[in-house]
């Protein structure tokens, strides 16, 4: 059983920047692996994801250009750089971990808590 320990998220003025982390407890070479956020009120939305062969990333329009994610699989770690923030950027973050390269929430096997982003204005 994998888990997943996200980290980094707080509370930040509009335009300000914050690093999520997220720690599993094996290894994450082999994996594709994602983060993806939950507001209040909204179902679970992709953010981004990154191959493990080749680091390909994709991201959801809504962060494109202003999100990068990132792995070192030596320290079984990924990263989410989030830049610009913007209000509705609020929501917890969660990473998760799959074999396929995928948008699709259900096709990651192992999630996190997550980790509380607040963006005020």
């Known amino acids: 059983q994998v888990q997943l320990v996200e980290s980094g998220g707080g509370l930040v003025q509009a335009g300000g920047s914050l690093r999520l982390s997220c720690v599993a407890s094996?290894?994450?070479?082999?994996?594709?692996m994602a983060w993806f956020r939950q507001a209040p009120g909204k179902d679970r939305e992709f953010v981004s994801c990154?191959?493990?062969?080749?680091?390909?990333?994709d991201y959801a329009h809504t962060v494109t250009g202003r999100f990068a994610i990132s792995r070192d699989d030596a320290k079984n770690t990924v990263y989410l750089q989030m830049n610009n923030l913007k209000r509705e950027d609020t929501a917890v973050y969660y990473c998760?971990?799959?074999?396929?390269?995928?948008?699709?929430?259900?096709?990651?096997?192992?999630w996190g808590q997550g980790t509380q982003v607040t963006v005020s204005s």
């Open positions: 998760a971990q799959s074999q396929a390269f995928s948008r699709w929430s259900t096709v990651y096997n192992y």
């Open positions: 094996g290894t994450i070479n082999g994996y594709v």
């Open positions: 990154i191959d493990w062969r080749d680091s390909t990333t």
